[in-house]
């Protein structure tokens, strides 16, 4: 029996194992070999190389999950030459002295001391393959887990600010993002006007203890003001409160209008040209502009804004607007004005004429 298990464990590495060939073990090694070649396999072939250091040098594979106490400090090795590592982005803000990360011949190292509730979240690593200077993510050496900090006084992962904005777009899910420190938290989900609990169907609204609370298919009837509830071995704790707007304007490249305000003017006049993109509210637009004396340095004031407005009916919209102004028109900035509006879906171009009057 002791035998067949220290086979099992080490017959890839162990010469000797030819003696124990002939009862049929042979065949049980192939099998294992074939599957680890497959793709199905990459994800428990990743969780290989992400390890944590445990005490008197041991060291324990990581699972999806880990809790911890808050106050617990934490060692997180990965193995390779060349490693990245990806963790809450709240580290990175604060440039917390908290967290190091190191670079040695065989492994990468990250150090959290001193753990937190806010520092609950992915840990995540990979191996960078580079050609000069150019790298890239080797999607078969990664290793990831989501650490619960614990803290029974902070239910909820804290948060810098007392209020959220989340957006209802009709196309893709919406996040209430009242994550836990603890996965054993019982949640839910609440309205505050009128005062009601939400009741999550595991199909439409579900919760994911990593996320929090997930529209799968937003409406204009899940607007309004939520908070959630946490309880766990205690009294209830309330996150903060989460503002829902539905977005009415379809996700595409801006859509943009200009106007030139004269059209048509006299020398020393002045003249604004406006660039406007109606688009939703969490979505930048990038402005740039083409006009009649830029090769030759003309001197023009250039304003970029944008604001939020609502519709009326719940709906909310993102005008972004740049505008063009020169103050005093020669006869050289008579000519064609072009705005190129972009954003993270395409690029829109428009353009209005302003005369010489």
């Known amino acids: 029996m002791v035998i067949g298990q220290s086979a099992k464990s080490k017959r890839p590495k162990e010469p000797g194992e030819n003696k124990i060939k002939p009862i049929n073990k042979k065949v049980k090694p192939k099998g294992l070999k074939m599957k680890e070649r497959e793709p199905v396999d ?5 969780q290989s190389i992400l390890m944590q250091v445990m005490d008197k040098g041991r060291f324990q594979k990581l699972t999806a999950t880990l809790s911890l106490s808050a106050g617990q400090s934490i060692e997180l090795r990965c193995k390779g030459s060349n490693v990245t590592w990806s963790y809450p982005s709240y580290l990175d803000t604060f440039k917390d002295s908290r967290l190091s990360i190191k670079q040695l011949d065989r492994y ?5 001391t001193n753990s937190t509730a806010a520092d609950t979240g992915e840990y995540s690593c990979w191996l960078q393959l580079c050609n000069g200077n150019k790298c890239r993510k080797d999607e078969t050496k990664t290793g990831s887990t989501y650490i619960f900090f614990t803290d029974k006084e902070e239910l909820f992962v804290p948060t810098p600010s007392y209020f959220e904005i989340v957006y209802l ?3 893709k899910p919406a ?3 009242c994550r836990v420190t603890t996965p054993l938290a019982k949640v839910t989900l609440h309205r505050e006007f009128p005062a009601e609990e939400i009741e999550t169907d595991e199909t439409n609204i579900i919760y994911d203890a990593k996320k929090g609370f997930v529209y799968q298919h937003p409406t204009s009837d899940h607007k309004g003001i939520v908070y959630c509830k946490a309880e766990s071995q205690g009294a209830p704790q309330i996150s903060i409160k989460y503002h829902l707007l539905y977005v009415e304007v379809p996700r595409g490249p801006p859509s943009a209008t200009i106007v030139a305000s004269p059209s048509r003017a006299k020398v020393s006049d002045g003249i604004h040209v406006a660039c406007t993109v109606l688009g939703e509210p969490d979505v930048d637009v990038n402005f740039s502009w083409q006009y009649p004396g830029q090769e030759l340095e003309r001197p023009v004031i250039i304003q970029n804004f944008w604001r939020l407005i609502n519709r009326g009916t719940g709906h909310t919209t993102r005008i972004s607007k740049s505008v063009l102004i020169i ?31």
């Open 169 to 171: 777009n009709p196309d």
């Open 327 to 357: 103050e005093d028109f020669e006869a050289r900035d008579a000519g064609n004005y072009i705005c190129i509006a972009q954003n993270l879906q395409g690029t829109t171009t428009v353009a209005t004429r302003v005369e010489l009057n």
């Open 175 to 177: 996040v209430i993002p």
């Open 42 to 46: 990459s994800s428990s072939k990743s």
């Open 108 to 112: 990468g190292q990250l150090i959290l």
